[in-house]
């Protein structure tokens, strides 16, 4: 992998846990998620003139993935509202891996070599490590439920995206519009649910809306980019790397308890995420 390669792949990881950060400080994570798809689809609105909607074959996938997605949000705000970014990130973008694994292997017919197998088991005793850190606190043990949830839920709309992007034909345009109608349900859901507090909370929290929406943008497009110059489980492994980002940004910056253990468990991890998109290489 070349050096410029390596630092964009970086560049994306911290990118992706950052905007994560911006989300769980200062509260009310279900109305930052809310803004952030809004701006998302505000910032991605003008290239749905420069490419054609998905043909009819891939508008069940793109509807699959809206619904998963839909998912994603409610589930991730609940656990931000539980638990901590050094606690909730690395247990949900850590069980995705195997989760999308898991549902290759039962819909796709995709198998894993046994050193994906090892893989799965190191990320399973990082994720039981991680837990034990809490030494009881209950609001964290709640916290893990939906963390571990959504984990599955990743896996669906990975799958859904996939297949989706295949059927479209056009990669892009599939992408475009996904970004465009993804963040609409959940903001629709939280404007029925809470729209006074919607309503009050835009002159406040549009900018880091604003900021975490460009930041998951530009590293969803710096890892296509790289994608296209490098092996993509090369890239998908290094891009794990922002699980660990993520716990030293909880406990550093954000001051979150357990800071020594819970980077030590992010990053093994981490570790077995890298080896188990290693392990798929043929």
């Given at each position: 992998?070349?050096?410029?390669?390596?630092?964009?792949?970086?560049?994306?990881?911290v990118?992706?846990?950052?905007?994560?950060?911006?989300?769980?400080?200062?509260?009310?994570?279900?109305?930052?998620?809310?803004?952030?798809?809004?701006?998302?689809a505000?910032?991605?609105?003008?290239?749905?003139?420069?490419?054609?909607?998905?043909?009819?074959?891939?508008?069940?996938?793109?509807?699959?993935?809206?619904?998963?997605h839909?998912?994603?949000?409610?589930?991730?705000?609940?656990?931000?509202?539980?638990g901590d970014l050094?606690?909730?990130?690395p247990?949900?973008?850590?069980?995705?891996?195997?989760?999308?694994a898991?549902?290759?292997?039962?819909?796709?017919?995709?198998?894993?070599?046994?050193?994906?197998?090892?893989?799965?088991?190191?990320?399973?005793?990082?994720i039981?490590?991680?837990?034990?850190?809490?030494?009881?606190?209950l609001?964290?043990r709640?916290?893990?439920?939906?963390?571990?949830?959504?984990?599955?839920?990743i896996?669906?709309?990975?799958?859904?995206?996939?297949?989706?992007?295949?059927?479209?034909?056009?990669?892009?345009?599939?992408?475009?519009?996904?970004?465009?109608?993804?963040?609409?349900?959940?903001?629709?859901?939280?404007?029925?649910?809470?729209?006074?507090?919607?309503?009050r909370?835009?002159?406040?929290?549009?900018?880091?809306a604003?900021?975490?929406?460009?930041?998951?943008?530009?590293?969803?497009g710096?890892?296509i980019w790289?994608m296209?110059?490098?092996?993509?489980?090369?890239?998908?492994?290094?891009?794990?790397?922002?699980?660990?980002?993520?716990?030293?940004?909880?406990?550093?910056?954000?001051?979150?308890?357990?800071?020594?253990?819970?980077?030590?468990?992010?990053?093994?991890v981490?570790?077995?995420?890298?080896?188990?998109?290693?392990s798929?290489?043929?």
């Amino acid at each position: 992998m070349a050096v410029t390669v390596f630092a964009v792949v970086l560049a994306a990881a911290v990118l992706h846990a950052s905007w994560n950060a911006v989300v769980k400080t200062g509260g009310e994570p279900e109305l930052r998620l809310a803004l952030v798809g809004l701006t998302i689809a505000i910032m991605v609105l003008p290239f749905c003139l420069l490419v054609p909607p998905p043909p009819a074959a891939a508008w069940p996938w793109l509807l699959g993935s809206l619904a998963s997605h839909l998912a994603y949000y409610e589930l991730l705000a609940r656990a931000y509202r539980l638990g901590d970014l050094s606690q909730v990130y690395p247990v949900t973008r850590g069980l995705a891996p195997p989760a999308a694994a898991l549902l290759a292997w039962l819909f796709v017919g995709e198998t894993l070599e046994p050193a994906g197998v090892v893989a799965v088991l190191v990320i399973g005793l990082g994720i039981v490590a991680l837990a034990a850190a809490d030494r009881g606190g209950l609001s964290g043990r709640r916290a893990l439920v939906p963390a571990i949830l959504n984990a599955g839920v990743i896996g669906i709309y990975s799958i859904c995206d996939g297949m989706g992007a295949r059927t479209a034909g056009d990669p892009f345009s599939y992408i475009v519009w996904l970004f465009v109608l993804d963040g609409l349900p959940f903001a629709t859901l939280v404007l029925v649910r809470r729209r006074m507090a919607l309503v009050r909370a835009v002159p406040t929290l549009w900018r880091p809306a604003a900021v975490a929406g460009a930041m998951s943008l530009l590293a969803y497009g710096l890892v296509i980019w790289a994608m296209a110059r490098a092996p993509i489980a090369y890239v998908s492994a290094l891009r794990e790397t922002s699980v660990v980002l993520a716990a030293w940004i909880g406990t550093r910056v954000l001051k979150e308890p357990f800071g020594r253990r819970r980077i030590a468990c992010a990053a093994l991890v981490a570790l077995g995420v890298v080896a188990l998109q290693l392990s798929r290489i043929p």
